[in-house]
């Protein structure tokens, strides 16, 4: 097997006195979806923050793609960072109210200071399912499918390898969950994307993961392929 | 049939939003029977709520209610609810603090809660209140029920308000979204101290939730909101089984399935969104995401009326034409 997109070994995550993350080890593939699953408060979006570099570790490790993550200051991370995105839950939070979609679109390439490319932001609306008309538009005018597909259009225009998802249609309504998730696997199958799959939804879990890493009081506790999780698995609750 | 407990008729409930009027419900009709459970289902904004709120008389400032709202057959629309709220119908809300003081004990609020509708001594109201909190599933409820409300998890919090809705063996019980804040391990608790609660005082259950897996699991019939009505609704096994309208069978059919099918990674999914309660279509709400629609679709609503097995009513003009499973009619396509 290649060498995986994403090591991480022993990684320790404090606030405090508090330790939220408590030598976690995990690795993903490209093309792969790893899901963190485990009760609130467990670790698991600790886990993303330190896998983003947004959040310092106290221990361990983050490679990706053969880069050490751990100790770069924020400048040396600046031209890593396009490769690794988030997707986040709210999907109305996560975008300025005042930007236009096009223009939300197109800022991380222009803080990359790579202005997009003429036709380049309609190819990536494209790329999820968005209307192109709707650039004109503020995020308050969508609906919280179409956030959720312009939030992942943001992650893409840096052309990543790795996207965390945090609960990415928790948020969103029924009906159009489903749309969402299909066109991630869409783009996984497209691009050899991978994923880290933060989701309280089991059933979810093992239909849209590979792999699922239970976490339980700031630790791994079990990993094991998707289709082998009960979903019963999380019923005794947190301790 | 014996007269239900709870009769809702052509319920409307108008908001007023920058200067417009806003049909959030839109002539909704259901009923509870005595000791039934009945799932209101439905996204955001499909009115679920405002029908609750509606029904407990208690619609936000400002909103326009008409219809009819009948409790044992006598009206409530326009009447007062004394008597009537904690004694024969309450309410459990999506967040625990909203009806919770954070400078009271929980069993001080409970215990008022029990003394408010019955001139009780305060020691029997107490024990009242402490057996509550037991049949919800609070263990070493007579301190527990010392503790503040900040002192509980969120899934204790969610039970004791299930407790101080219950203390007074109401009739009726209209929990909205109870669950939605927890963890599912935590919900599937709370489901259950609800479940206990409701057999051991044999209240009626209105329950409020967007997740057909809870509908399937605690519900006895089903009302599927969209756009402010009902598209569908009645016994949960052949709503399931074989829906009527072709909104409840692409919200089943977007159910990951409990069998992982190990080649299909795609879940079928409805197109679209659903309409702004500003812009309604003229005809079927559902019409522009729906694969069956045809143009009487778009020029007449159609009414709720009775489709597939018996107690089964739909509101579409193709319900008769819909295949079962009809998880084919909707795309797998990977965008909308």
């Known amino acids: 097997m290649s060498d995986p997109l994403l090591k991480v070994t022993d990684l320790v995550v404090r606030y405090g006195r508090h330790t939220a993350v408590d030598r976690v080890s995990f690795e993903i593939h490209a093309g792969e979806t790893l899901a963190l699953i485990g009760p609130s408060g467990c670790g698991k979006s600790s886990t993303a923050l330190a896998t983003l570099a947004l959040r310092r570790p106290a221990g361990g490790s983050v490679r990706f793609e053969g880069h050490e993550l751990t100790g770069l200051r924020e400048r040396e991370l600046r031209p890593l960072r396009p490769r690794f995105q988030p997707v986040f839950q709210d999907p109305y939070g996560s975008l300025s109210p005042r930007l236009r979609i096009r223009d939300a679109i197109a800022e991380p390439l222009r803080a990359q200071r790579r202005p997009p490319a003429t036709g380049q932001v309609e190819t990536l609306m494209e790329t999820v399912g968005l209307d192109t008309s709707l650039g004109d538009r503020l995020p308050h005018e969508l609906s919280g499918g179409q956030c959720q597909r312009v939030g992942i259009a943001r992650a893409l225009a840096g052309e990543p390898r790795l996207l965390v998802l945090d609960e990415p249609v928790s948020a969103l309504d029924p009906s159009v969950r489903a749309g969402v998730l299909n066109l991630l696997t869409a783009l996984q199958e497209d691009r050899g994307l991978a994923y880290l799959f933060i989701c309280h939804d089991l059933a979810l879990v093992r239909h849209f993961a590979h792999r699922v890493a239970v976490m339980r009081q700031g630790r791994i506790v079990d990993t094991r392929p998707a289709r082998e999780l009960s979903l019963t698995a999380l019923d005794s609750g947190p301790a | ?336």
């Open chain 2, 1 to 336: 049939m014996p007269e239900p407990l709870l009769a809702v008729r052509d319920l409307h409930v108008t908001l007023r939003g920058g200067g417009h009027a806003v049909p959030a419900v839109r002539g909704l009709s259901f009923e509870v029977h005595q000791r039934e459970v009945v799932a209101l289902v439905g996204e955001s904004g499909a009115g679920k709520s405002l029908t609750a709120r509606a029904v407990l008389g208690m619609p936000p400032h400002g909103a326009r209610v008409t219809g009819s709202v009948r409790l044992r057959g006598r009206e409530l629309m326009g009447e007062s609810y004394a008597g009537v709220w904690g004694r024969r119908m309450a309410f459990v809300p999506q967040d625990a603090l909203t009806v919770l003081s954070p400078v009271h004990t929980v069993g001080d609020q409970i215990t008022a809660a029990v003394r408010s509708v019955a001139k009780t001594s305060r020691q029997e109201a107490r024990s009242r209140a402490v057996a509550a909190l037991d049949r919800v599933g609070i263990a070493d409820a007579a301190r527990r029920a010392r503790a503040y409300p900040h002192e509980f998890s969120g899934g204790m919090r969610q039970r004791a308000v299930i407790a101080m809705a219950m203390v007074n063996e109401p009739e009726l019980v209209i929990a909205d979204e109870p669950t939605t804040a927890l963890d599912p391990a935590i919900e599937a608790q709370v489901l259950e101290a609800l479940a206990a609660a409701r057999e051991a005082t044999g209240a009626a259950l209105v329950l409020i939730t967007h997740d057909l897996r809870i509908v399937a699991r605690h519900a006895d019939r089903v009302v599927v909101m969209y756009a402010g009505r009902a598209v569908e609704s009645g016994p949960v096994e052949p709503v399931f089984r074989a829906p009527r309208a072709p909104y409840t069978a692409g919200l089943i059919a977007s159910l990951p399935p409990a069998e992982v099918d190990a080649v299909d990674r795609w879940l079928p999914s409805i197109d679209g969104a659903p309409p702004s309660p500003t812009h309604l279509p003229r005809g079927c709400a559902f019409a522009p995401r729906c694969p069956l629609a045809r143009q009487n679709c778009e020029d007449e609503e159609p009414a709720l009326a009775p489709a597939g097995e018996p107690g089964q009513l739909a509101a579409c003009h193709r319900s008769t034409e819909l295949p079962v499973p009809a998880t084919g009619l909707f795309s797998r396509k990977a965008t909308a």
